[in-house]
């Protein structure tokens, strides 16, 4: 096997990140200068080196070794050579199968220097060991992954940001790495694509937008400033991705806090990493200058999750999405008239074009319903510049009469979720030990535990929705300050702007048309954001009495 082949010696070296932490001793030019000296000195031909710096061994999915199995499966590989076990990997199920199986399969001698690993002699008390020195390598990957992980919960835990890449509006403070300071060039930006969603545009608009006005791309912005990024610089960088919209008008971070534990793996095998609900990740508020205030990014991810139905000449209405049928609750669908006339633009209940037994038409012109909006809203703003005090005072009440009702059954509603959950605990516990003493069959278990797991989880769902909505029941005061200080932006308003409308109302809901007077007669109910229905008549009329 010396020099009597034309065959490649491969000399494997790799280091990940961890090991790198460890000295020079497992440096890549260490392992390099290792496994040359030793294939020169054993007469080891065509020595050609495959390298994977920065890459885990817990799996197989790196580009160095996988260069390397290419050329062993194509026959042009005689001997494979690494500084030790570990370097070849720190999995022992697949670095065994590699060895004992894929390697001899194509004639491949592998050889371990540091471990005295060879494969010419498979009679080797060494070789016999090796299993156990896999086994010992892959405790190691999963002991230092523990220590990992608990490194980084801690400081998850304590509110260190524990992303590497700073998001886009932001950069690092020169004086303190874990602060970030608002980058005002890029912040412009992100404010812009808020406001485009605000607006009604989709993050494909809002991309082709910035596209067409020349605007750096997160990456190419970044690259231009000389700063660094795991992305490769793009061929247009102007060429703005819906995704990368998407990803902006969905970090909380714009807020002004940190989210800890987005993502997590499922093992250290498994490097997919998969979105954690909300309630499992860590948010601190206040940990740096905000972006975007909160009620903003509230409102667009409720805007993101409205479906918006455009008609056949592709247009929609900035009421898409908003205007619901005030009899059966059902949204309704945005039209358009067969000739293109936008004036005869309309919305129906979707239940009614489904089935007309079910529900009446509650057809309304779009130009009628804007028209409706807008005096409404001129309406309200006028009246809380004029009586701002008493304004409040109504409103508290009006808040606080329906918080407390909604806070008892919601309050309710959680204890027995909690009694329900606690219940399900205990009795997991028993079918367990029913398990254990042979009482309950394995199937029986299964079928009963799954049952209990799938309650449960919905359960707790379910309970961390009540509480977010019992925290905002407390939280109404805050809203009726949050409101006025946006009436008072919209006084003497003209036009309903989508921007408008997103930040003051949150639903409309609209009746059937009554004809019984001979005239055709239709009310609109509005819910603002953050109060619900605002009595004005009632607050006009006691003005004038």
């Known amino acids: 096997m010396s020099g009597a082949t034309n065959k490649i010696t491969a ?74 076990l570990s370097r070849l990997g720190r999995n022992s199920a697949l670095t065994g199968l590699y060895t004992n199986f894929t390697f001899p399969q194509y004639g491949v001698r592998y050889i371990a220097i540091n471990d005295n690993y060879d494969t010419i002699d498979p009679n080797s008390v060494n070789n016999d060991f090796a299993g156990i020195k896999n086994w010992f390598n892959e405790f190691y990957a999963r002991d230092t992954s523990r220590k990992i992980r608990a490194v980084q919960k801690a400081k998850g835990e304590r509110g260190v940001p524990l992303t590497v890449n700073v998001p886009y509006g932001y950069v690092k403070d020169p004086e303190n790495p874990k602060h970030w300071l608002v980058d005002p060039e890029a912040a412009a930006i992100v404010k812009r694509i808020f406001s485009m969603c605000m607006e009604g545009r989709g993050p494909t608009q809002i991309a082709n937008q910035l596209w067409a ?67 499992n990740q860590a948010i601190f508020l206040d940990t740096h200058e905000r972006i975007i205030d909160d009620d903003v990014f509230e409102k667009v991810q409720e805007i993101r999750n409205q479906r918006h139905r455009m008609t056949r000449t592709g247009k929609s209405s900035i009421f898409s999405g908003m205007v619901y049928c005030a009899d059966c609750g059902s949204k309704m669908q945005y039209g358009s008239s067969n000739n293109r006339d936008f004036s005869q633009d309309f919305f129906d209940c979707s239940l009614h074009k489904k089935n007309g037994s079910k529900c009446k038409g509650h057809f309304i012109r779009v ?179």
């Open 11 to 84: 000399l494997y070296c790799r280091l990940s990140q961890e090991d790198a932490r460890l000295g020079e001793s497992l440096s890549i030019e260490n392992q390099k200068d290792i496994l040359l000296d030793y294939a020169k000195k054993n007469h080891f031909s065509n020595p050609v080196f495959f390298v994977d710096d920065g890459y885990s061994g817990t799996n197989y999915d790196r580009p160095g070794f996988q260069s390397m199995l290419v050329e062993i499966e194509a026959g042009r590989v005689g001997i494979v050579i690494t500084k030790d």
């Open 213 to 279: 006005d020349k605007v750096l791309t997160p990456t190419a912005y970044k690259l231009s400033h000389g700063r660094s990024t795991n992305a490769p610089a793009p061929e247009d960088p102007y060429r703005w991705d819906k995704r990368a919209v998407s990803l902006i008008l969905e970090r909380r971070e714009y807020t002004g806090c940190t989210v800890n534990f987005k993502t997590y793996t499922n093992s250290i095998w498994d490097k997919k990493r998969h979105l954690n609900p909300v309630e």
């Open 367 to 545: 130009k009628v319903l804007e028209g409706r909006v807008l005096s409404h809203v001129q309406r309200v703003t006028d009246y809380i510049l004029r009586h701002e005090d008493y304004f409040r005072k109504v409103m508290e009440e009006q808040l606080r009469v329906e918080s407390t009702e909604k806070l008892t059954v919601l309050k309710k509603q959680l204890a027995r979720n909690e009694k329900r959950i606690a219940d399900l605990k205990r009795l997991f516990m028993k079918i367990y030990e029913d398990n254990a003493s042979g009482k309950l069959s394995d199937e029986r278990f299964d079928m009963m535990s799954q049952s209990y797991d799938a309650e449960q989880k919905h359960l707790e769902e379910e309970a961390f929705s009540i509480q977010q909505e019992i925290e905002v029941q407390e939280q109404q005061i805050e809203n009726i300050e949050k409101f006025v200080q946006k009436a008072h932006k919209y006084v003497h308003i003209e036009e309903l702007t989508p921007y408008a409308l997103r930040e003051l109302v949150s639903a409309i809901y609209v009746d059937a048309p009554d004809k019984s007077s001979g005239k055709r007669v239709q009310h609109i109910h509005i819910k603002y954001d953050g109060l619900g229905y605002i009595p004005l008549d009632e607050l006009e009329a006691k003005e004038k009495a």
